[in-house]
């Protein structure tokens, strides 16, 4: 916006509030639709779509076959309303030619995202963190959460994450793994990158705690950041995936995040980096309030001489990676000096995996170095730091939010720059007749044919074991353009349509009172 000399500034916004602080809006897709049409072997998908400046957008359409958990499956075979340029309407349409060995699409989930190529503003982001938020989750979780002592908290937890995450239409799902007679659960979302999908970035964190005490910083505190970051980056989309971990048994030898890295990650998943939040609440201002692992001073001279230099105050986030993560633990320290300079970072590498330094292993982010994967370890430096580390005085009153907060607007900024923003929108969604055509087959033979002189369907039915059925006649858009229910069956029956049809191929679903249904297709010429 240019400068106007001679008018003040809160002037002009009285003049014209709709200019002064206008904004791009991101478009907005809705009214989607997926409708199977098993004799040709093709979807046929409608949406709306608006855009208030009509830029010319760019529409990805993407499948999943594993019930969103990725969007990897072939779309080839893709026409219509689809790619760039698109322009703003109702009644868009896409054909999808699928694979024609799917008999059952109970499993597979339709994504249409609608971006107008316009710039996010990574600060936008940032800015969104809220304390209050982030002091409500801890709030929540704070109390035993271990299997043996707080079950019930435990599992309140988790099922917050997943309710959470559904919330968020991030299609979570629960990676269930053995642990002795038991079994842990890993409570996972996931943003798909809409144009590199297989590169992916993690934000995780534990949220089980030790058997005696309230673990409110250890790890409510990186749980709730967690919860947060996923509240704010699920409102928009990525060029490439982020996702989002609840892991559990860390506390029993990081079970979870070695469950994880051993079976849960797609073959085509490529893990860039992950951000792993170990305790991010508690800050001290205080001199020598910050120790130090033996052997610190030898390791990391660089660091010591900062904390000697700040009269080891623990006032700062310490981000650790190792040789390997160097790029990744530069990408955060650079981020929070750019979107959160009064947050005061200390970066460390270890050499290898970390074994010389093992104080540094002793969180989920150890498994991502063993199997070569790029990982910082987010912490606020745990008993070296915090005395009431893996006590009962480890409570929400000891915590810093205000610290937290700009720990949580730090990562949203490094995730957010590494998998890069999209000013879209994403609407993901099922057909509304995934019907098995191999378990769900109605067992006879019907006719149809459109006659003209009375705008009517006559049906005819041959070896049908059926009392009563249902239809829907759907256009080539994929819009349903009459049905009916409870129609009695019998060997001929005429339907009156109420309007003339115009020339073109129909889809006319047929289904009796068991479910089974049948798919013809109509022709009108």
């Known amino acids: 916006m240019k400068k106007i000399a001679f008018l003040p500034l809160s002037a002009f916004v009285l003049l014209f509030p709709q200019m002064a602080f206008a904004q791009n809006q991101a478009p907005k897709v809705s009214n989607t639709n997926a409708v199977v049409d098993w004799g040709a072997q093709v979807i046929n998908i409608t949406y709306d779509v608006a855009d208030a400046e009509s830029d010319p957008l760019e529409i990805t359409f993407k499948v999943s076959n594993d019930s969103g958990k990725t969007f990897f499956y072939s779309t080839a075979i893709t026409t219509g309303d689809v790619g760039y340029p698109i322009t703003a309407g109702t009644g868009k349409s896409i054909v999808w030619d699928y694979n024609d060995t799917v008999k059952n699409f109970s499993n597979y989930v339709f994504l249409i995202e609608a971006n107008d190529r316009q710039t996010v503003n990574i600060q936008d982001l940032v ?22 002592t707080g079950a019930a908290n435990l599992q309140n937890t988790r099922d917050s994450l997943y309710q959470r995450f559904n919330r968020y239409e991030m299609l979570p799902w629960i990676q269930r793994f053995s642990f002795g007679v038991d079994y842990g659960e890993n409570i996972i979302g996931k943003l798909p990158g809409m144009v590199n999908e297989d590169t992916v970035y993690i934000i995780d964190a534990h949220y089980d705690g030790v058997a005696g005490g309230p673990a409110a910083d250890d790890n409510a505190s990186g749980t709730a950041g967690v919860l947060e970051t996923a509240r704010i980056l699920s409102q928009y989309s990525f060029e490439k995936s982020i996702c989002f971990i609840g892991f559990d048994l860390e506390e029993a030898g990081l079970r979870g995040s070695i469950a994880y890295v051993t079976s849960a990650i797609h073959p085509q998943e490529y893990i860039d980096g992950v951000l792993n939040f ?21 390791l990391f001279p660089t660091a010591y001489a900062q904390l000697q230099a700040d009269t080891f105050k623990g006032n700062f986030i310490t981000s650790v990676g190792n040789t390997s993560s160097n790029g990744l633990n530069a990408s955060f320290k650079n981020n929070a000096q750019l979107y959160v300079p009064q947050l005061k970072v200390i970066d460390l590498s270890v050499p290898g995996t970390g074994t010389i330094a093992p104080d540094f292993r002793r969180s989920d982010h150890a498994p991502f170095w063993d199997t070569n994967r790029k990982a910082l370890m987010i912490t606020d430096g745990a008993n070296f730091r915090n005395n009431n580390y893996h006590t009962t005085n480890d409570v ?78 759907i256009n080539e858009a994929g819009k349903t353009i009459a049905e009916g229910k409870n129609l009695k069956a019998s060997s001929e029956i005429e339907i009156g349509l109420g309007q003339k049809l115009a020339t073109g191929i129909y889809i006319l679903q047929l289904r009796n009172e068991n479910g089974h249904s049948l798919t013809k297709k109509l022709l009108v010429e």
Request: with cysteine; charged share 20%; hydrophobic share 35%.
């Open 127 to 148: 800015n969104q963190v809220d304390s209050g938020r982030l002091y409500d989750n801890v709030t929540f979780m704070e109390g035993l959460r271990h299997r043996n």
């Open 278 to 298: 170990e305790m991010i609440g508690y800050y001290s201002d205080r001199p020598n309030s910050q120790t130090a692992p033996p052997g610190f001073n030898l």
């Open 396 to 473: 929400k009153d000891s915590l810093d939010f205000a610290f937290m907060t700009n720990v949580v607007k730090a990562s949203i900024a490094t995730a957010a720059a590494l998998a890069v923003p999209r000013h879209s929108d994403v609407e993901i969604f099922q057909a509304s007749n995934p019907i098995s055509i191999t378990e769900h087959i109605w067992d006879c033979n019907a006719f149809a044919s459109y006659q003209k002189d009375s705008n009517s369907l006559a049906l005819k039915f041959e070896g049908c074991e059926t009392n009563t059925f249902s239809y829907a006649l």
